[in-house]
């Protein structure tokens, strides 16, 4: 390597360790603070768009990002309905729709879960961050990248948080921004949450009277996502409890063990 390009190198190293620096300065802020910078951010994004979209889980992180960027205007949503989500999902969104009084677009796949692993797999519990399974790719991300060239979508709101891995805040460490423009997607992506944690949502949606999906309490579950998804730490466990008869199946597709084996 030439002597300019280690320079090169090392500016870079040390441009994303300043970044870094700066996003665990903006975690360590009050929720106040938290606020007062979030709302800066949406009020710079709607700026700048004719046609934005909040992507939105109907999770705890994208549930709290639909009713702070609707605080400024009415926004839309969008969610991807994989076929395998939690049934009380449908309900939970008519009654959100009533509540912030927004457009919900609902987007299915061409695809079935289970063929889809079939084929390719489950994912791995221990995959790399970037390393995007089949199904989440054929399940969400392209039928994401039809909906939102279709309906000239310009500004993709996306709730990630600060305590959702390295993968997400590199988003902002590789960018530099909450901000940025996706050259493969064409489109403005916004991610105003990123320095937010559990007990930042928590609260906000505590002092907005906001409900909560149902499976969290009914099922005791920290996350929502596709019900039969290995893809996270703690699958086992979860789906045991919420689907005993799916856990087995999956487990012996998988050729794994069940948890009671391996406690005998």
Partial sequence: MSKSSCLDADAVVELHSARGKELVRLSKLSFEEKMKKSKEIIERALSIAKNPFVSCSFGKDSITLLHLVNSFTSVPAYFLDTGVEFPET?????????????????????????????????????????????????????????????????????????????????????????????????????????????????????????????????????????????GHIGWQEQMARISPALYRKISHDMGQMLIEDYER
């Fill in 90 to 230: 449908k309900e939970y969104i008519e009654r959100i729709k009533e509540l912030l009084g927004v457009e919900v677009f609902i987007i299915k796949p061409k695809y079935n879960f289970f063929e889809i692993v079939e084929k390719y797999g489950y994912p791995s519990e221990t995959r790399a961050e970037w390393n995007i399974p089949e199904c989440c790719r054929l399940l969400k991300e392209e039928p994401r990248k039809e909906f939102i060239r279709e309906h000239n979508v310009d500004l993709d709101f996306v709730g990630l948080t600060y305590d959702e891995g390295m993968r997400r805040r590199m988003t902002y460490i590789m960018k530099g921004d909450f901000l940025y423009y996706l050259q493969r997607e064409r489109v403005t992506k916004c991610i105003p949450l990123l320095f937010w944690n559990r007990n930042d949502i928590l609260q906000y949606i505590k002092e907005n009277n906001i409900p909560l999906h149902p499976a969290y309490g009914k099922y005791k579950i920290e996350r929502l996502g596709c019900i039969p998804c290995t």
